[in-house]
């Protein structure tokens, strides 16, 4: 019998109740779904790369056909090693369309084998995105209902100048003071 493996990838930076939708929808119609945090060194992230993993693992365990691992390099190469047949993404509106058509089709060029499949995530977050989140919580507006309630807690203690253990990600506060003092 086919056993259907996806990855779904993204940068998770941070985690929000939109990407836990796609999460649900995936594990539906997949066998099993792999959320893969892109390892970006050239990308500076609000969350280190251990703090997304733990994020993405503390709310996906309600869900047993689902995984969460990190990668670097292609996606397709990645994809192969997972013995995905997927990829899923998310379109939130008609201007994610362009960039996900784009990325999809030279991932198609770079790895025929693979397919992209788009869902489309509850239209109460269609218009959420962690970049966003990142933006009102930065500015001292209400994320609640937006990102699950322990991601809400740590975006408020990362504004508040909480830098990671681990230094990798970055405070919001350190690097506003940076900017300011390099003029
Ligand atoms: O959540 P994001 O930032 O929209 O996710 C983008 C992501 C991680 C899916 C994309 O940047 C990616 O796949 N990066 C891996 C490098 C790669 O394969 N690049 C070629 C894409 S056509």
Known sequence: MKHTVAI??????PLTNGHLDLID???????????????????AALFSLEERVTMLEQQTGRWKNVRVDSFEGLLVDYALR???QAVLRGIRAISDYE????????NRKLEPRLETVFMMPAEAYSYLSSRLVKEIARLGGSVHGLVPESVEE????????????DGRGHSLRASKEKARRSG
């Open 8 to 13: 779904y990838p993204g940068s998770f930076d």
């Open 25 to 43: 929808r995936g594990s539906k119609i997949f066998d099993e779904l792999v959320v893969a945090i892109l390892r970006n060194p050239e990308k």
């Open 82 to 84: 997972q013995k995905a």
């Open 99 to 106: 960039y996900e058509l784009q990325m999809a089709l030279m």
């Open 154 to 165: 740590r975006l408020r203690r990362r504004v508040n100048g909480v830098a990671p253990a």
